[in-house]
């Protein structure tokens, strides 16, 4: 397995109840996983330990080679875990342009070698005519397309995605959808995206961890687990 997570646990100071409790998740390379829950059941803390901005009380990350934190209270620093992270807000560098945004990863490669990956995350994105604008010059959805690609272009070992939809128009989300999931795919690089939308698990996903109350209900194909969270939902009629 490529991403291996085990008992991970994690509690707030002055709460009684644990907010992730005994999480496990194992991923193939190249995989792409939602974790569908409401508000407060924590699935962004999970992604939180994950990216290393939180540290857990109990429990193992391991990403390829790499221990993110494990026995013995090992600890890999979040700036050397080699993520890629997209956050709600995109968090783009105002007064950046496009270009500088993207590359801003990539100031230890070769300046040929940045220019080369620059036009191929354009490329990517459809949006090489964009790359001497601002972000305040965009819309949100190319907004956030820039900050998928700028997140994409060290090589990432894992994309981390937080409620990558929540500010976008209604209208926009469907479209967005296809075109996040073709470039995670095209790129193969293997992503864990945390949402409270179903519609956004089944269309993105490769399998669904369901949370609730930091711990998990249920893992499988989004067909498996949104139908039988349907099931669960309705109400018998009485004759």
Known sequence: MYVNISDLCFDYPGTKQKTVADFFLHMQEGEVISILGESGSGKST????????????????????????????????????????????????????????????????????????LEEMLGLISMEEYKRRYPYELSGGQQQRIALARALAPKPSLLLLDEPFSNLDAHLQQR??????????????????????????????????????????QVGKACEVLKETVTKQRVPVEA
């Open 176 to 217: 967005i959808r296809d075109e996040l999931r073709e470039t995670i795919k095209k790129t193969g690089t293997t992503t864990i995206f945390v949402t409270h939308d179903q519609e956004d698990a089944r269309v993105l996903a490769d399998r669904i961890v369901m949370v609730k109350g930091g711990t998990i209900q």
């Open 46 to 117: 999970i992604l939180r330990l994950i990216a290393g901005l939180e540290q857990p009380c109990k429990g193992t990350i391991k990403v390829g080679e790499k221990v993110f934190c494990g026995a013995g209270g090992a600890f890999l620093p979040v700036e050397k875990r080699g993520l890629g992270m997209v956050f709600q807000d995109y968090a783009l560098f105002p007064h950046m342009t496009v270009e500088a945004n993207i590359t801003f990863g990539l100031k230890r490669w070769k300046r040929s070698e940045r220019k080369a990956r």
